[in-house]
T-cell receptor
Framework: EAQVTQNPRYLITVTGKKLTVTCSQN?????MSWYRQDPGLGLRQIYY???????DKGDVPEGYKVSRKEKRNFPLILESPSPNQTSLYFC???????????FGSGTRLTVV | DQQVKQNSPSLSVQEGRISILNCDYT??????FLWYKKYPAEGPTFLIS?????DKNEDGRFTVFLNKSAKHLSLHIVPSQPGDSAVYFC?????????????FGTGTSLTVIP
């Protein structure tokens, strides 16, 4: 089944403890993105990538890092999480630039 | 600063009637627009898109209209069905040589009443 898989689905962590949210797609897509969804703010793009080793900042990149060493994987790294990074996170991928994205099911992160 | 706005947080429509969801944007460099549908506890699902060189795109019951001079797009669903009840997000993109930078609206919750 073609899909975008995020792990974990739920995570509660403490301030300052580094964490990684993994994202993997099995559709050989070149384009991938990370978003966060917060009440009243919709989805905001954190980082995006158009291929291996090509990444760029989205609208809200502060406090996050990404890497794209393989086409299928696009992990989101929080080096020192803070409570304002408590959010619902989505990873998404697409086969080409002007095309709809396939989204993962989301990761609910709580930082205490 | 919100570059893509959906000013109606919610909309209720009778089954079989037309649903019209609206979206406004401020950046004239946006060249591609999309609509996504989202159910609770799921990721958004792509519905339909339109390039800035067009003013209309249809896919079954869904039609998207783009008015570039007004910086406005709308999604029409005809006829509306109870299964269409969800949150709808519009999104816009401007070309970047590093990939796709997208801006999303805050969503409109559509309820289709049987």
């Amino acid at each position: 089944e073609a899909q975008v898989t995020q792990n974990p689905r739920y995570l509660i962590t403490v301030t300052g403890k580094k964490l990684t949210v993994t994202c993997s797609q099995n559709m050989n897509h070149e384009y991938m993105s990370w978003y966060r969804q917060d009440p009243g703010l919709g989805l905001r793009q954190i980082y995006y990538s158009m291929n291996v080793e090509v990444t760029d900042k989205g609208d809200v990149p502060e406090g996050y890092k990404v890497s794209r060493k393989e086409k299928r994987n696009f992990p989101l790294i929080l080096e020192s999480p803070s409570p304002n990074q408590t959010s619902l996170y989505f990873c998404a991928s697409s086969m080409r630039r002007n095309y709809g994205y396939t989204f993962g099911s989301g990761t609910r992160l709580t930082v205490v | 600063d919100q570059q893509v706005k959906q000013n109606s947080p919610s909309l209720s429509v009778q089954e079989g009637r037309i649903s019209i969801l609206n979206c406004d944007y401020t950046n004239s460099m946006f060249d591609y627009f999309l609509w996504y549908k989202k159910y609770p506890a799921e990721g958004p699902t792509f519905l339909i898109s339109i390039s800035s060189i067009k003013d209309k795109n249809e896919d079954g019951r869904f039609t998207v209209f783009l008015n570039k001079s007004a910086k406005h797009l709308s999604l029409h669903i005809v006829p509306s069905q109870p299964g269409d009840s969800a949150v709808y997000f519009c999104a816009a993109s401007a070309y970047k040589n590093t990939g796709n930078q997208f801006y999303f609206g805050t969503g409109t919750s559509l309820t289709v009443i049987p």
